[in-house]
């Protein structure tokens, strides 16, 4: 029988929910909760319901951002004509580590994956094709798996006949799902020698 107050039980059940986090690590973080002052409780409450409630896409990248338009895109001193398509969120943040990519960014929200339902309809495709113009070169950042390798030659068929230069990085580079598998030096890499589609 299980003799835990139901509240903790209950946050016992959504701490172990998060990703990476086990039964015995979500119990040692709800006592953690638990015994901690009600004012740090608060804040951490107040943090997570923040992040829900004031993050939104930018309506050019479809990055997360607090604002309509996000830092990156809004930075006149970054080059407008270059473009590096990613999965998600997380890969901007990897590549910005790197300060090799001066460019913006554009993240599809994941790759084509039928046996997943996910088309090209469900990811942020058409937002990227009416923001090609004045582009000169498009990099595809996107995960060395099957369907990362299909999403790529589908945008490089859509984007190439308008006369924009797709590259990507150098094969092998472990981005999207396992990204953080891959280091910045190596990326750094991979970016300074990108290679045409
Ligand atoms: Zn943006």
Same mark, same amino acid.
């Not at 029988?1 to 039964?23: C, E, K, S, V, Y």
């Given at each position: 029988?299980?003799?835990?107050?139901?509240?903790?039980?209950?946050?016992?059940?959504?701490?172990?929910?998060?990703?990476?986090?086990?039964?015995k690590t979500a119990t040692?973080?709800?006592?953690?909760?638990?015994?901690?002052?009600?004012?740090?409780?608060?804040?951490?409450?107040?943090?997570?319901?923040?992040?829900?409630?004031?993050?939104?896409?930018?309506?050019?990248?479809?990055?997360?951002?607090?604002?309509?338009?996000?830092?990156?895109?809004?930075?006149s001193r970054r080059n407008?004509?270059?473009?590096?398509?990613?999965?998600?969120?997380?890969?901007?943040?990897?590549?910005?580590?790197?300060?090799?990519?001066?460019? %913006?960014?554009?993240? %599809?929200?994941?790759?084509i994956s039928p046996l997943?339902?996910?088309?090209?309809?469900?990811?942020?495709?058409?937002?990227?094709?009416?923001?090609?113009?004045?582009?000169?070169?498009?990099?595809?950042?996107?995960?060395?798996?099957?369907?990362?390798?299909?999403?790529?030659?589908?945008?490089?068929?859509?984007?190439?006949?308008?006369?924009?230069?797709?590259?990507?990085?150098?094969?092998?580079?472990?981005?999207?799902?396992?990204?953080?598998?891959?280091?910045?030096?190596?990326?750094?890499?991979?970016?300074?020698?990108?290679?045409?589609?």
């Open positions: 029988m299980n003799t835990l107050p139901q509240a903790l039980q209950q946050l016992i059940a959504a701490f172990g929910r998060l990703p990476g986090i086990g039964r040692r973080l709800a006592f953690h909760i638990l015994n901690e002052s009600a004012q740090d409780s608060e804040e951490l409450a107040k943090a997570i319901l923040r992040v829900k409630n004031d993050i939104k896409l930018c309506s050019r990248c479809l990055n997360f951002s607090e604002q309509d338009i996000c830092p990156i895109c809004s930075d407008q004509r270059l473009i590096c398509v990613v999965e998600d969120s997380q890969t901007i943040l990897l590549i910005e580590k790197t300060n090799e990519f001066k460019g %913006l960014y554009h993240v %599809l929200g994941g790759v997943d339902g996910i088309g090209p309809e469900e990811l942020h495709i058409k937002e990227l094709l009416n923001r090609l113009e004045g582009v000169e070169e498009v990099i595809l950042a996107l995960s060395p798996s099957t369907e990362g390798e299909a999403t790529s030659i589908y945008l490089s068929r859509l984007i190439k006949p308008q006369g924009i230069k797709i590259t990507r990085l150098a094969r092998g580079i472990p981005l999207g799902s396992s990204l953080e598998f891959v280091d910045e030096l190596t990326l750094s890499k991979a970016l300074q020698s990108r290679s045409e589609m």
